[in-house]
């Protein structure tokens, strides 16, 4: 880590920002003239196409599995070697249900009540589980009505909520045993101990229990009583101590959906608190994280009570910061970083996985198939409709298609540098729930959606904006007209 004042890094920003990242500003120009007769509908029905192919290679060939890996045709298991639960299957389900992929829809229900299990005999990491399958199976509920689906997520909340537990500061360990309730790993993070309330909190509504919400609520006021008086946190902290147990202050890994949930709290359940504190945060990191240069916006991991830079490094992920700055009130800020990544993609077809905020170079060659970027697009779609995050996003699905599509689906890239760039073989289980979702809701007429309510959590579920459409209805007789 280095620690650079804000001067000097500005310097070297500036100087080496000339870096690839120019270039592409002016090249932009030229691709926004050539997308004006774009055929959106079309492009969206192609989406849905692929989303459909890549399912049923998932269904023929790793039915059930957490992950399939689209080039050999095979599959693993994310949560626990050998003790899957259906990761792929669950992520997709709402995606299916908007997509209007009704026979496919009710399949995968069909799996997840006969067949999806959480009585298992090992550590899960308790984030991942809730974003990915809590939240998979309330947004499946709240598509199609079916109570089994919200049974099955509150038995699963019911097991996270042991890692809860642990902590006298009520901060979650991070591993769980599904079975015993068995905690494991207090060093943790920001991301992990606070992003709950989404899941949580519509769950909670839903079955009539506040202490879902409370749980995750009380995990995320500790740490905002932690901020240093110039409102920033450290992104890693103990569970057991309560203590910071770093000195750096992120947007990025380590800390992203901890700020999404401050303000889809206030978003979602009207939450002032929550909105109080997310205004705050993101002032503090908009006065002293973030970092212009010539053509860029960054916003670096900096000491979180001097402010000065400890990380050159700004990953991938940190893109949802865009849409988060449009929806907290700072449009032109999240407008100029999202800018940022779509000079990144304009240099390289794939945002790099980390990049040196110094140079705009790339830092890594592998990159995990990532939604962050179409993430932001979407949310700032909703906030003014400006036709610019569609052709980025159209940009983003055909470099997809052009590196990732591989034999069975969609891969992650063992070398996004190479020419041509060098497929891995795995798709994760957020490609189901995220991007192809973003494209689709972007570029496609939805009738399942309605857009200006629809609330989305870290991971892509919906949390609330369905219209359930009687001329594509299912056998879900109960959603109809249903608005939730
Ligand atoms: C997803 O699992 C979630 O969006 C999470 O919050 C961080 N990013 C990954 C996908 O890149």
């Not at 299957?89 to 995968?108: K, N, P, S, Y």
């Not at 073989?425 to 192809?436: F, L, R, S, T």
């Amino acid at each position: 880590m280095i620690a650079l004042p804000r001067r000097q890094f500005l310097l070297q920003a500036g100087a080496a920002a000339a870096c690839p990242l120019l270039a592409s500003a002016r090249s932009i120009a030229g691709q926004r003239s050539e997308r004006q007769s774009e055929d959106y509908a079309a492009l969206g029905e192609d989406v849905r196409r692929e989303f459909q192919w890549a399912w049923r290679n998932y269904r023929k060939l790793a039915w059930g599995k957490d992950e399939i890996n689209p080039a050999s045709g095979t599959a693993r298991s994310f949560f626990a070697d050998g003790h899957d639960m259906g990761l792929s299957l669950v992520e997709g389900l709402d995606t299916l249900w908007l997509m209007g992929l009704d026979a496919e829809f009710e399949e995968g229900v069909e799996w997840v009540k006969t067949r999806l299990d959480v009585d298992i005999d090992a550590d899960v990491q308790v984030f991942e589980t809730n974003i990915r399958m809590v939240g998979g199976l309330v947004s499946a509920h709240l598509a199609c009505g079916d109570p089994v689906l919200l049974a099955k997520a509150r038995d699963l909340a019911d097991r996270l909520l042991k890692a809860f537990d642990a902590s006298p500061f009520g901060l979650p360990h991070r591993f769980v045993n599904l079975k015993t309730g068995a905690v494991s790993d207090p060093e943790t993070n920001l991301a992990e101990i606070g992003s709950y309330s989404s899941e949580f909190g519509t769950l909670g509504r839903l079955v009539g229990d506040p202490r879902y919400y409370d749980a995750a609520k009380r995990a995320m006021r500790h740490a905002i009583g932690k901020r240093s008086p110039i409102g920033l946190m450290a992104a890693n902290i103990h569970a057991v101590t309560g203590a910071f147990i770093s000195r750096n202050a992120s947007i990025d890994i380590y800390a992203d959906s901890f700020y999404e949930y401050l303000w889809d709290a206030w978003d979602l359940f009207g939450d002032a608190e929550m909105k109080r504190w997310s205004l705050e945060c993101t002032a503090a990191q908009l006065a002293h994280q973030a970092r212009r240069s010539a053509a860029c916006l960054w916003f670096p991991m900096v000491d979180y009570e001097t402010g000065a830079v400890t990380s050159s490094q700004q990953s991938e992920l940190a893109a949802y910061f865009a849409g988060l700055l449009g929806q907290t009130g700072h449009l032109a800020d999240g407008r100029d970083y999202l800018r940022t990544f779509e000079l990144l993609q304009t240099a390289y077809g794939i945002v790099p996985e980390m990049i040196d905020v110094r140079t705009g170079g790339a830092s890594t060659k592998a990159t995990g198939l990532r939604p962050e970027v179409v993430d932001s697009c979407l949310a700032l779609w909703q906030i003014d409709r400006d036709g610019r995050y569609r052709r980025t996003a159209a940009i983003h699905y055909r470099a997809m298609k052009a590196t990732s599509r591989t034999t069975y689906g969609y891969t992650a890239l063992a070398d996004m540098q190479a020419r041509p760039a060098r497929q891995g073989d795995n798709c994760p289980g957020y490609w189901w729930a995220e991007q192809m979702k973003y494209y689709y809701l972007l570029f496609a007429d939805c009738p399942r959606i309605d857009l200006r309510r629809l609330a989305l959590s870290t991971e892509g579920k919906v949390m609330r904006g369905f219209v359930s459409n009687p001329v594509r209805s299912t056998g879900h007789r109960s959603a109809r007209g249903r608005q939730v």
